[in-house]
Structures are given as C-alpha cells and as structure tokens.
C-alpha cells in the first residue's frame, strides 16, 4: 500500500513538474515571438510603444527568478534529482 502511494506521489510530481515547465517554454516562445513581431514592425518603419521593453523585461525578471529559485531549491535538496522529461518524439 505504501509503495502504490509512493508510486501515485511520484507521478503526481512528475505531472506537476512536466506543467510548471511546459507552460515556462511557452511563455517564453510568446515573448520570442512578440519581439519577432515588434522587430517586423520596426523594419517597416511602424512605431512601437516606448514601454514595450518594460513589459518584456519585467516577464524575463520573472522567469530569472524562477529559474534562481529553482536552481537553488535543488541545490538545498542535495539529492539526486532527474530533470522532467520531455519527450520530442510525440507530435
């Protein structure tokens, strides 16, 4: 019984994990392409506003932090921790 519990914790975990980064990669392929878009809009000549670098740089601030965070949070583990996978295979 224990063991089943350990077993759904682990995947619990790992499915928590696998979110956390999926929805980071893509928060960061939207501000790949917001920039992508505003360069675009540059070489045509239309203006972006001002404040737009802010928005961008307060997003990267976030995900620095998060990624210090986590970074640290793994280092106090002092276990041996496997990255989540992520399988590029699937489509």
């Known amino acids: 019984m224990k063991l089943k ?3 759904e914790n682990s995947k619990l975990t790992l499915i928590e994990c696998q979110k956390k980064w ?5 928060d ?3 501000i790949s392409f917001e920039l992508i ?3 675009n ?3 045509t ?4 506003p001002f404040d737009y670098t802010d ?6 601030i976030k995900y620095e932090s998060f990624l210090k965070k986590n970074a640290e949070e793994l280092d106090k583990s002092n276990t041996s921790v ?7 295979s699937e489509k």
């Open 45 to 48: 000549g239309i203006e972006i």
């Open 55 to 60: 928005s961008i740089n307060n997003k990267l």
């Open 5 to 7: 519990r350990r077993e």
């Open 41 to 43: 809009k540059l070489k």
């Open 22 to 26: 999926t929805n980071f990669a893509l």
């Open 37 to 39: 878009n505003n360069i």
């Open 28 to 30: 960061i392929l939207s």
């Open 82 to 88: 496997q990255s989540c996978p992520i399988n590029t």
